[in-house]
């Protein structure tokens, strides 16, 4: 059984910044390529930023310059530093990660975190 937790989100005013936190518990061998993803209501879940396990980092464009992707593979949890946040940044911000237990691999997802940025 494995678990992520996400944590940080809240309201924020334009032009401010959050950083959210998805922990990661359970019976885990190894943390593969974890990443963030948002969604707003009426509209598909949308990629934000990845971050492989050796440190690569990819970002979609709407985000690149404003966004940092970030893990701490010791403590197994992940982070997303978000700076000059936009109102279109609103949405629930959802951790996935690729995870290895003894037995698979797992593609989990969290339950989700709220970001509302007001302008």
């Known amino acids: 059984q494995v678990q992520l937790v996400e944590s940080g989100g809240g309201l924020v005013q334009a032009g401010g910044s959050l950083r959210l936190s998805c922990a990661a518990s359970?019976?885990?061998?190894?943390?593969?390529?974890m990443a963030w993803y948002r969604q707003t209501p009426g509209f598909q879940r949308e990629f934000v930023a990845l971050?492989?396990?050796?440190?690569?980092?990819n970002y979609a464009d709407s985000v690149k310059g404003r966004f940092t992707i970030s893990r701490d593979n010791d403590q197994r949890t992940l982070y997303l530093q978000m700076n000059s946040l936009k109102p279109e940044d609103t949405g629930v911000y959802y951790c996935?990660?690729?995870?290895?237990?003894?037995?698979?691999?797992?593609?989990?997802w969290g339950k989700g975190t709220l970001v509302t940025v007001s302008s």
């Open positions: 996935n990660a690729a995870i290895r237990t003894l037995f698979r691999l797992m593609d989990s």
């Open positions: 359970g019976s885990i061998i190894r943390l593969d390529d």
């Open positions: 971050i492989t396990s050796s440190g690569s980092t």
